[in-house]
């Protein structure tokens, strides 16, 4: 694998411990983020309405993707047992997390400040200079990550010595299944804790099975074909709801399977050109995540501003930008070293 010859540092894509599986389940994911909040976006600005394509594909859309980011991030903490002390690995994922949550949150209201009315919510001086927690707009998924990691490790950590680690696991995914159902937040206190609890079992699966399963995880063909089968199952069922389908039920047998396929896909296709761009739009997917809608709203303000009104149009294009748009600002970031520091890496 290439390195990145500035610093000498080591290429996302060479890191070791990754799986390329949930690399390509994350380059996927990313995606379809990009293309939900672009087509939210034209939906905001009223250039579609009930009867159009875009409700169903919102509808498909929510239904799995996120989840699918907690299941491989949940994953990704049971594949290891992290090493060190509690307090480090906290601060690590503390710092990890916080730092692109401030950064592009002022960012992110900056542009749109800036944008004035040419943004779908204008932005005022007042609403900008506000306190970035409890987190704002789609900056929800780092703060609920983050607290979902914190409490997870604490958990894990409380029980090093007493349990073997597949067992820690699993009573880590009774704690956050437990949660998720009983706990009642107030209301001031949802903006903080509500989809830490809606999303913690996720993460507790991924986690479990990941510490479960052989290593490496390997998905064989009539395994991948009875996970695209329930996939496509799944996205029939929800398609056919009047009403926006969050269940929890639902959203763990489209990830897991989503995630199996993208498994099968990696190993099968580990060197194909869509398989690799997927494996590094994956690995740079918080680059990707933070920055998008900027780049999106920009195109949607610009076509509008010309006059072009057509949806599909504007969700291409939105789309393409929001996804080339980050991609083109983390090499940016990578060739001056500073990628970390901006809250990119």
Same mark, same amino acid.
């Given at each position: 694998?290439?390195?990145?010859?500035?610093?000498?540092?080591?290429?996302?894509?060479?890191?070791?411990?990754?799986?390329?599986?949930?690399?390509?389940?994350?380059?996927?994911?990313?995606?379809?983020?990009? !293309?939900?909040?672009?087509?939210?976006? !034209?939906?905001?600005?009223?250039?579609?309405?009930?009867?159009?394509? @875009?409700? $169903?594909?919102?509808?498909?859309?929510?239904?799995?993707?996120?989840?699918?980011?907690?299941?491989?991030?949940?994953?990704?903490?049971?594949?290891?047992?992290?090493?060190?002390?509690?307090?480090?690995?906290?601060?690590?994922?503390?710092?990890?997390?916080? $730092?692109?949550? /401030?950064?592009?949150?002022?960012?992110? @209201?900056?542009?749109?400040?800036?944008?004035?009315?040419?943004?779908?919510?204008?932005?005022?001086?007042?609403?900008? /200079?506000?306190?970035?927690?409890?987190?704002?707009?789609?900056?929800?998924?780092?703060?609920?990550? &983050?607290?979902?990691?914190?409490?997870?490790?604490?958990?894990?950590? %409380?029980?090093?010595?007493?349990?073997?680690?597949?067992?820690?696991?699993?009573?880590?995914? &009774?704690?956050?299944?437990?949660?998720?159902?009983?706990?009642? #937040?107030?209301?001031?206190?949802?903006?903080?804790?509500?989809?830490?609890?809606?999303?913690?079992?996720?993460?507790?699966?991924?986690?479990?099975?990941?510490?479960?399963?052989?290593?490496? +995880?390997? !998905?064989?063909?009539?395994?991948?074909?009875?996970? @695209?089968?329930?996939?496509?199952?799944? $996205?029939?069922?929800?398609?056919?709801?009047?009403?926006? #389908?969050?269940?929890?039920? !639902?959203?763990?047998?489209?990830?897991?399977?989503?995630?199996?396929?993208?498994?099968?896909?990696?190993?099968?296709?580990?060197?194909?050109? /869509?398989?690799?761009?997927?494996?590094?739009?994956?690995?740079?997917? $918080?680059?990707?995540?933070?920055?998008?809608? +900027?780049? %999106?709203?920009?195109?949607?303000?610009? @076509? /509008?501003?010309?006059?072009?009104?057509?949806?599909?149009?504007?969700?291409?294009?939105?789309?393409?930008?929001?996804?080339?748009?980050?991609?083109? &600002?983390?090499?940016?970031?990578?060739?001056?070293?500073?990628?970390?520091?901006?809250?990119?890496?």
């Amino acid at each position: 694998m290439a390195k990145r010859q500035e610093s000498g540092a080591e290429s996302p894509l060479s890191a070791a411990a990754r799986l390329n599986g949930l690399d390509v389940a994350k380059g996927l994911a990313i995606i379809l983020v990009v !293309v939900g909040h672009a087509g939210r976006g !034209v939906t905001t600005a009223g250039l579609t309405d009930t009867d159009s394509w @875009l409700p $169903l594909l919102d509808r498909l859309i929510y239904s799995f993707h996120m989840p699918v980011f907690f299941v491989v991030s949940g994953a990704l903490f049971g594949l290891r047992e992290p090493s060190g002390s509690l307090s480090t690995f906290l601060w690590s994922r503390t710092t990890r997390m916080m $730092l692109p949550l /401030l950064i592009w949150t002022y960012v992110f @209201l900056g542009v749109r400040m800036a944008a004035g009315d040419l943004a779908n919510n204008a932005t005022s001086l007042s609403e900008f /200079l506000v306190w970035p927690l409890p987190p704002f707009a789609h900056m929800w998924f780092l703060w609920a990550l &983050l607290l979902i990691t914190l409490v997870s490790a604490t958990a894990d950590w %409380s029980m090093r010595g007493i349990l073997d680690r597949r067992v820690r696991l699993f009573f880590i995914l &009774l704690l956050a299944c437990a949660g998720s159902q009983l706990l009642q #937040v107030d209301r001031q206190l949802e903006p903080w804790f509500q989809d830490a609890l809606k999303y913690g079992p996720y993460f507790g699966l991924g986690a479990w099975l990941a510490a479960l399963l052989p290593q490496p +995880i390997v !998905v064989r063909a009539p395994l991948a074909i009875a996970c @695209l089968c329930t996939f496509f199952a799944g $996205l029939g069922f929800v398609s056919s709801q009047p009403l926006p #389908v969050r269940g929890i039920v !639902v959203g763990v047998l489209l990830s897991l399977a989503f995630c199996g396929v993208c498994l099968w896909s990696a190993d099968r296709w580990l060197e194909s050109r /869509l398989v690799r761009l997927l494996r590094y739009l994956g690995v740079i997917s $918080l680059a990707i995540y933070v920055a998008h809608t +900027i780049f %999106s709203a920009a195109t949607r303000a610009v @076509l /509008l501003k010309a006059g072009f009104e057509d949806v599909t149009l504007h969700m291409v294009l939105g789309t393409l930008t929001g996804l080339v748009g980050p991609v083109l &600002l983390y090499r940016l970031a990578v060739a001056r070293g500073i990628e970390k520091r901006v809250g990119l890496g």
